[in-house]
């Protein structure tokens, strides 16, 4: 727990920190929005131009919009004051932007605007000077972006002002970025043989998707002499994806593992450790996203400010509501029908009923919304893989319960106990172990982790009384394969069922790779019928 | 001979009178119907025809669950995909005969096959426009289904617990893919809009009446068959694999075969209940393969009391008639009803509503004895009891 309060407590640093930046940036609107109205005072193509270097000497890329805006002949002039605005909207009355902001500030009949008139040299200045006040702003990450944006659309035509750039940039990434756009701008130019084959080199280097994109442009419009080294390129880029795609599977795989092991593992221990069938597992997940649910209700009504705490917060509660809830079904009905494992599973059925028909009775039918923290919304890229946070966090947050389960099982005074009585019920009672206060406990227990499971599994799937429903099946199945009463068995049995049916997926289609899975259980069921690690000795009679 | 043998045998008094009244109920419900004027104080209106059809249906599968797992002792979770996939065969044979009343008229092609733009029926289409052959898919599908799973699920004894889970994947996984459009079944909207059975019109009261009775007779010849079974060597040997299976191996049977056998039988006649529920309730679609109906079916034979034979035909038609009683007036409260009835039996009843009463029965009987005893009157000889009810 600290551990994960310690991460968080670091996410909410950098986020007031990135919160903080972009107040500096406010200061030299006035330079700017000088520059942008001479835009409009000028008369003439040149004087325009002109005026265009002004905007481009404030450096400020903002000028960059309102530059675009005037080559696509968007920009005009209030005939009353003179003032420049950014216009969009046909018909009489247009919508007025303002230039530096981007925000709409009015509207104004059509009669009292005078269009910013623009020539091809005007255009051809406004792209460079595009160029220029993006390639030259401040920020890296905008200089990145920009050039990204010509890398998507090269132009011949901008070599001069990458060349420019190349010359001043200092960030390594930037330069390497600057260097990819020339050689997808010289690709398209009608430079000479060699050059062409080193760009086609830096493009193959870059890999992904844009570059084969680029490749197959350049291999459409390049003669006889380039065909072979575009095509080497070509085939080199698409295996490099096709590593990826593996890549991105094993992702999935163990992103749905991970969701897996979180559903399974409470049953491990219940149906594992102690032999019962608890049919309410999927019930106990269920609470737990309830209760995540309620806890960020309260938060939201009533400490605004600490939405994001809602999760911690949750944690600990969830695991107390289904702890108990499961204490109160091992001391009310289970105790009862020990040794009797099939009245076991229909009397575990007929709570889950009771337990999804109470919540539906008094939560509503409906899907929940349960929001995500701050620092477990968006993605992050690596490579050509798209990792969303609240994935990473939950394949996180599985291993280190199950790291904390492996823990208490091994090396707890109460592990040792609920492994002496499964081992040897009459054995453990006679070496003065309350045999039955550990029954309930270990129950208590796997029926937490499944609260616990629940607030993991609230941040990516729906809730509703039938989330649990949903899990039951596929938990059974990991706890089945890996093998009963062995912690590690599920850890395995959960990330290989996920990474196969990710696997499956593209292939076969997400349910018929469902079905294969199942189908692919059941023939193994047969084959080891006490899973992939099953308990050896005497242990198994029992 | 053999058989009127195994008949006598099997046929104590109380298989003798829930015969007589099922057949009394499959003649009697139907002829009221349709013989008496609607304002007639005995008239029985349609729809209580159509829902006594369905329970009837129900009765049958849970008396086929009873024989696996009353007999046998195979809890299977996945006992309504053998239902369901009897009751596909026959929706199969019903689609087939629309013909070109469909709505987009095509002679040969569900109306759904002409939605998804098929241009010809897939091959396993072929041959349910013949009654007879969609009549023997209905026992062969599910029977071949079992025969498959059993094979391999007994013969690597997978037993108990681990057998009841592997059973509910397995209609699980039917149902995902039964829900598929692409299967070729309809996918989640099913088979429905039938509209003649035989040539006879569906909506018919005849034809209702008649289906009635196809019912009633059917669970009569389950009842029949499962008592003859119950009561024959055969159905000994089934207790023995039930109450201790290594003992049983080691006396020299061999209880996987006694389980496909049981197995087998069962998943026919399930299919033969899904058979004749279909055309009563007029559709079949994938929901009916959900592990939660294939539970219902279970808690229908537990709260009758399983290892019975009126047992589970009696907790079928009372959780069901509960069930449309509370949904009419209280829906939010069925699932209560229903989830604390799964734990009240397993707790309170473990034997059921019929084995209680036996066991009621017996005990009064021998209490009786005892008292006879005491005042020195000689107790009765009791012989070897059959045990067929128990």
Redesign the interface.
Known sequence: MVFIRTIIAIFLLVFTALLALPAGAQEDDSALRQAISGLGAEKGYSKLRQAIDVVVETGDPRGARVLDALAEGDVYRREGDGAVFIVSGRGKERNLIDPVTSEQVGTIAKSELKKVRVNNSVRRTVRDAIGALTLGAKDPDIRLSAVRTMIDNPDPDSLDVIATALEREGDDDVRTALEQARAAAILLSDAAVPDKVAAIETIREMGGQEALSLLVRARNAAGAEMRDATEAAIASVQKRLQYWSLGQNVWYGLSLGSVLLLAAIGLAITFGVMGV?NMAHGEMVMLGAYTTFMVQEIMRTSFPGMLDWSLPIALPLAFLVAGSVGFAMERG?IR??YG????????T??????L???V??IFGPTNREVSNPSYMSGAFQLGELSITWNRLWIVVFALVVFAVLLYAMNRTSLGLKMRAVTQNRRMAAAMGIRTPWVDALTFALGSGIAGIAGVALSQIDNVSPNLG?GYI?DS??VV?FGGVGNLWGTLIGAFSLGIANKFLEPFAGA??G??LV??F???F???R?RGLFALKGRAVEA | MIVGHLLRRGLNRWIVLSLAVILAIGIAVPALNLLLPVTHPLHVPTYIVALFGKYLCYALLALSLDLVWGYVGI?S?GHGAFFALGGYAMGMYLMRQIGPRGVYGDPVLPDFMVFLNWQELPWFWYGFDRFWFAALMVMVVPGLLAFI?GW??F????T???L???T???T??LM??F??NNMGFGGNNGLTDFKDILGYSVQAGETRAALFFASAAALALGVLFVSALGASRYGKLMIAVRDAEARTRFIGYRPEYVKLFAFVAAAVMAGIAGALYVPQVGIINPGEFA??NS?EI??WT?VGGRGTIIGPIIGAILVNAGKSWLTGFAP?FW??A??????A???FL?KGIVGTAIDGWDGLRRMRDGKRRERGEDAPLTGPQPEAAE
Do not use: D, H, N
């Open positions: 069938i009905v009862l029908l009797r494992p099939l009245e076991t599973l229909l009397a059925w007929g709570i889950s009923l009771i999804q028909q109470t539906r009775t429903q099946i059974f199945m089945v349910v018929l469902k079905i199942l189908v259980i059941i023939l069921i047969q084959k019928p | 809890l979770l799973f391999f699920a013969r690597s004894r997978v108990g617990v681990y009841s889970i592997i509910q994947a397995m699980y996984a995902l893919a829900f598929r592990p939660a539970i279970v808690v537990a939010e699932l209560f229903l989830g604390g009835l799964f734990v039996v397993t707790l473990p």
